[in-house]
């Protein structure tokens, strides 16, 4: 093992340098991360400062996550008491879709369709034992209310914010997953990363519902990827634009450019998944008693972990599915519009107006 100063002791122990901190990064990029960078445990405080005025705002659309506790989502002490440096990292999870099948399917945003946030956590896991080993505090966050992970891997210098309000990765794209390692331990920063966006503002153009408002600002109570996790019934005027989605939206990553020419190059982040789950038949979904759909489904953020916001999504995906003439489709919507939950109902009934069902008799 390489020592970090002439005593003899551990590399970890004593006045950490810049090699250490490459050590580190090493330890996460072989523990499968596709990024590794570092920056110092300080408060987010202008992150802190946006959040609260996006939340007084209404942007947030209800949102709680890391709207919830402001303050302890942009200070990484908060979580480690004593946090000196953050290891951030970021995983691939961009796989290609094979072609919808030739039925009724709802479809699954490509950062949901494994659970690539174990993946993450195993690897950066791996790095917090290394710094545990050592002597130092380490707790790992990812996707969670402790830590902004999209500012936390802007600061290590793993990308810059998109238009968006993604994190884009040099030469790489968007397509990753975040989280980070917080420590006592002292390490080198990265280096930051420029801004290369430019005029371009596809993102914003391509949003089918024009949820990006302005430049890196994003109004959730327009955005479908947060409207389909969000509770109550989904948006009247928001549900055509849902189309075949039942979780998440890829719409502004799919046309940003910097994305599309890492895919030209070879370079996508991410590897295919054994089984494609781009892509889910919504009648069988529709069919599925509670157990079955948490045990395929359950990893999915769904509001209170009730069933029953699952089938709301994958009724209005229905209604856009145009397959009014399908006899397993006609049934299943005419089971709903008799479903005593009366948002279900209410979603069925619009989702038969969709399909030119409203004259059908009921069976």
Not at 39 to 44: D, I, N, S, T
Not at 80 to 85: E, F, I, L, R
Not at 92 to 115: E, K, T
Not at 157 to 174: D, E, Q, T
Request: charged content about 25%; proline content about 6%; overall charge negative.
């Amino acid at each position: 093992m390489r020592r970090g100063n002439e005593t003899g002791r551990s590399r970890f122990h004593g006045p950490v340098s810049a090699l250490v901190a490459e050590e580190v990064i090493a330890v996460g990029v072989a523990a499968g991360l596709d990024a590794v960078g570092v920056a110092p445990a300080k408060p987010f405080d202008s992150t802190r400062s946006t959040l609260l005025e996006r939340r007084d705002q209404g942007l947030h659309g209800g949102m709680a996550f890391t709207y919830r506790n402001p303050d302890r989502s942009t200070d990484p002490s908060h979580t480690v008491d004593g946090a000196q440096s953050l290891v951030v990292g970021a995983l691939g999870y961009r796989n290609s879709a094979a072609p919808a099948p030739n039925r009724a399917v709802g479809r699954v945003a490509a950062y949901a369709r494994s659970n690539h946030y174990a993946k993450l956590r195993d690897a950066l896991g791996q790095v917090a034992d290394v710094l545990r080993d050592a002597g130092y505090k380490a707790t790992v966050v990812a996707d969670d209310n402790a830590l902004v992970d999209r500012e936390a891997a802007r600061r290590a210098g793993l990308g810059w914010y998109g238009k968006n309000s993604n994190i884009l990765l040099p030469g790489r794209g968007s397509w990753f997953v975040l989280g980070s390692v917080i420590t006592t331990a002292v390490l080198e920063p990265s280096n930051p990363v420029l801004d290369q966006c430019g005029p371009c503002r596809r993102c914003l153009d391509g949003c089918p519902t024009g949820a990006i408002v302005a430049p890196g600002v994003v109004d959730a109570r327009r955005c479908l990827a947060w409207l389909v996790q969000a509770d109550g019934d989904f948006p009247l005027e928001f549900r055509e634009a849902l189309g075949d989605r039942i979780y998440g939206c890829d719409d502004c990553q799919e046309v940003c450019p910097p994305n599309k020419m890492a895919e030209s190059n070879g370079v996508g982040a991410g590897e295919g998944l054994d089984d494609d789950t781009a892509w889910v038949d919504l009648v069988e979904l529709l069919a599925s008693d509670d157990d079955e759909l948490m045990a395929r489904y359950g990893r999915w953020y769904i509001p209170r972990r009730e069933p029953r916001y699952v089938r709301r999504n994958a009724l209005v995906a229905l209604g856009n599915s145009g397959r009014g003439t399908d006899p397993d489709v006609v049934e299943i919507v005419q089971r709903y519009q008799a479903d005593p939950d009366p948002m279900l109902a209410g979603h069925a009934d619009w989702a038969a107006r969709q399909l030119g069902l409203d004259s059908v008799e009921l069976v």
